[in-house]
């Protein structure tokens, strides 16, 4: 005799309160978990309960192990809510995979994000979705029935419109850092690589990575110190961007620089994409950054100014240099990034 499965209800946060990925979520069609850099965590449970520990990410852990739990978390029956934030409603959606590792997921604009399950997603009206959710402070708990039912009804929540995952499938080819000796020479690309690894061992400070990553990465691509401005102010209000680079005296580049782990989601863009429209307003002859790039010393993205939606290119510094960003296949790789960057 077979017994109904009664549903199960989740919320998901879409990142944390100052980055929100929900834009990759529905996308793409997932809901996904990091960090999932030690592989399948069925397979490697061992390894992330000791890695996770030992960095105090027990939350992460919780979280991991919840959206790997097929039993727990039921495929074709449970249902999920998307938040932004500790309060605010994106979407609501149905569980249609059981768990899932991809390597796609690991550079979501600066966060490793592999653990993950494919959901058919409604999204909501944002105005009506703020101030629902209180006290979840986990990237994935349970909620109640009654709070489900509360909130689907108060959207007219009544069915969900299966959709093709759209995540893919195969990773781009990866280059040998030998052949990247034509735009880096080889001696600085290793020393680069060190700091790198050096940086991502603790908390680093955003100064820090300007300092010791970002500016002699400039350097070793040709830039001079005359091309190099730090912490410029853009008039009134407009701020002071970490980085700002010009090409013959003309704007060409506005760089932002975040802390690595900080992530570089839509916030930091919209960050970057102010100081450039208010050079703008500045500038005498009314001309503009034509590009602006978002950085934490390990992952670089590359945007033109006037088509911000998607990265134009991309380089993650790890010795993964991949011909195309394995998210974003538009989006340009290694050695589109260094041509692009390259005085």
């Known amino acids: 005799m077979n017994v109904k499965k009664e549903p199960r209800y989740w919320v998901v946060a879409s990142g944390d309160s100052n980055h929100d990925y929900s834009d990759i979520f529905l996308d793409f069609g997932i809901m996904a978990i990091g960090p999932g850099h030690l592989g399948n965590f069925k397979k490697n449970k061992k390894k992330y309960e000791k890695d996770l520990k030992k960095n105090r990410k027990r939350n992460h852990l919780s979280s991991i192990t919840l959206i790997s739990d097929d039993?727990?978390?039921?495929?074709?029956?449970?249902?999920?809510?998307?938040?932004?934030?500790?309060?605010?409603?994106?979407a609501i959606g149905k569980i249609k995979s059981h768990y899932k590792w991809s390597e796609v997921l690991e550079d979501v604009y600066g966060?490793?994000?592999?653990?993950?399950?494919?959901?058919?997603?409604?999204?909501?009206?944002?105005k009506l979705g703020r101030n629902l959710l209180f006290g979840y402070s986990h990237n994935l708990c349970n909620l109640s029935k009654k709070k489900?039912?509360?909130i689907s009804n108060k959207f007219g929540f009544d069915h969900i419109s299966k959709k093709k995952c759209k995540l893919p499938k195969d990773m781009p080819e990866k280059f040998e850092p030998k052949?990247?000796?034509?735009?880096l020479k080889k001696e600085l690309f290793n020393k680069f690589l060190k700091r790198v690894k050096f940086f991502n061992k603790y908390e680093s400070k955003e100064q820090e990575i300007t300092t010791f990553l970002v500016v002699p990465l400039l350097e070793g691509l040709g830039w001079e110190y005359k091309d190099i401005t730090l912490n410029e102010h853009i008039g009134k209000k407009g701020g002071y961007p970490d980085v700002a680079l010009r090409k013959k005296e003309k704007p060409f580049c506005v760089i932002e620089t975040k802390y690595h782990g900080q992530g570089l989601a839509k916030d930091v863009k919209e960050q970057a994409l102010s100081?450039?429209?208010?050079?703008?307003?500045?500038?005498?002859y009314k001309e503009r950054f034509p590009f602006f790039l978002l950085t934490d010393g390990q992952h670089y993205y590359l945007y033109k100014s006037n088509k911000p939606d998607l990265p134009y290119a991309y380089i993650n510094i790890d010795k993964k240099l991949y011909e195309y960003h394995p998210l974003f296949r538009k989006t340009k790789g290694a050695f589109g990034f260094l041509r692009k960057m390259k005085k």
Not at 111 to 126: F, G, I, P
Not at 179 to 183: G, H, S
């Open 111 to 126: 966060w490793r994000l592999q653990h993950y399950r494919e959901v058919d997603w409604k999204k909501v009206d944002s």
């Open 275 to 284: 100081y450039v429209k208010r050079f703008r307003i500045k500038s005498k």
């Open 71 to 90: 039993k727990r978390m039921q495929k074709d029956i449970d249902f999920v809510v998307l938040r932004a934030g500790t309060k605010k409603i994106i």
């Open 179 to 183: 052949k990247v000796n034509r735009y």
């Open 148 to 150: 489900f039912k509360y």
